[in-house]
């Protein structure tokens, strides 16, 4: 065999093994996430992973978590047309709002991880299907009454704060809060009602049962008080990773992405300066691509945030420097929630990730596929031009 008919073969073989590396490649590699396509939704009913409901003309029906029965209905109306309506004045008490007439509400628009509802007025409706079940309810420019029937299942009390409701369904705990203007309370025939000023939100979460830990509790204080102002929400479904953003604050937008599988990015947004928390839960599927909860590392604009041993600790953060906490959902679980304080605004990049022993971006060794194979090929190649000679 002459050199050049021995190299010629090898340069083949490099070629063809290339291709074939990198066509591997870009089948194993996890490809940055695209925001899920909406559409319009005519039916009148929503069914994901999770959360479960259907709509009337004016009323979310049989709302469900894990297949419990949660809510009979959710009923919206403007605290105006309701005084109207019920000849009453504006300093009436929460105990006594019942019967609202509601207005009229239809699904818009429907992804895998959450259902958007719409009103004739200025409200809106989320519906995000989490393990948590979060449910929204944001006012808009217009205060609002909520009232949430509760199934037969369901029963609630009222907090000594005075501030949330505790709602026990079956094996599930929920808790409702206000996040902004507003209260929420037990009527007197033992469902619920809230008071919401414009630009408020009602906020549901629900756990499993054992599963509202005093970590649960704080990220509740922190939703309440305004320093939490948005939920990310990551599961692996099918070996697809999905992503939800519950938003709790009228000035902040989160849009994910990711580029490989152990890492989990987010763009954050905030109309102000001042910074705020962003809450990401992980689902323990999610979590066995990302890494251990243990040994999970965060940036922010690519700077590494430092590890907060407190909440105090972490909302420290806010105005200083970028902080985060990872806890555990539940003992039971390996899922994880990961708290981010992010410093200040406007737009910032955050990025979770497995941390590495040298501290270097992992994201980086999957930035060449078949990188380890093309170095292969050309030490062969020497070996096959050494031989030649």
Do not use: W
């Not at 469902?191 to 649960?216: I, M, Q």
């Amino acid at each position: 065999m002459t050199r050049t008919v021995a190299v010629f073969l090898a340069v083949l073989v490099m070629t063809a093994t290339l291709t074939i590396a990198a066509a591997g490649g870009a089948v194993g590699a996890s490809q940055p996430a695209e925001p899920m396509a909406t559409t319009d939704a005519q039916a009148d009913g929503y069914a994901g992973t999770h959360v479960e409901f259907d709509t009337s003309s004016n009323a979310v029906v049989d709302y469900r978590v894990g297949g419990q029965p949660v809510f009979e209905n959710v009923t919206v109306d403007s605290q105006r047309d309701h005084h109207g309506q019920a000849g009453i004045g504006a300093d009436v008490g929460l105990s006594a709002v019942t019967n609202l007439s509601g207005i009229g509400l239809e699904i818009a628009a429907q992804t895998e991880t959450r259902a958007e509802i719409a009103t004739e007025g200025s409200a809106s409706l989320s519906a995000h299907d989490t393990d948590r079940g979060i449910l929204t309810v944001n006012a808009g420019e217009d205060a609002q009454y909520v009232q949430l029937n509760l199934s037969e299942e369901s029963t609630a009390e009222g907090s000594d704060e005075g501030d949330r409701v505790h709602v026990e369904s079956g094996d599930r705990a929920g808790v409702l809060l206000v996040a902004g203007d507003g209260a929420v309370a037990v009527t007197d025939n033992g469902d619920v009602a809230a008071d919401l000023e414009s630009e408020s939100t009602l906020v549901f979460r629900s756990y499993d049962d054992g599963e509202r830990d005093d970590n649960a509790v704080e990220q509740e204080r922190l939703i309440a008080n305004g320093t939490a102002t948005a939920e990310v929400y990551a599961d692996d479904r099918d070996g697809d990773r999905v992503a939800d953003v519950a938003t709790y604050g009228q000035d902040v937008a989160v849009e994910t992405h990711d580029e490989a599988d152990d890492r989990l990015e987010m763009a954050v947004e905030r109309a102000q300066h001042e910074g705020t928390v962003v809450i990401v839960s992980i689902s323990e599927a999610a979590l066995e691509a990302v890494g251990s909860a243990d040994d999970l590392a965060v940036t922010v604009d690519g700077e590494a945030a430092v590890e907060a041993d407190s909440y105090s600790d972490l909302e420290g953060g806010i105005g200083e420097e970028p902080r985060y906490m990872v806890t555990h959902s539940s003992e039971a679980s390996a899922a994880a929630d990961v708290l981010v304080a992010v410093d200040h605004f406007s737009e910032r990049e955050v990025a979770i990730q497995g941390d590495t022993e040298d501290g270097a971006d992992s994201s980086e060794s999957d930035s060449v596929p078949g990188f380890g194979i093309a170095a292969a090929i050309g030490a062969l190649l020497a070996a096959v031009g050494a031989r030649v000679r």
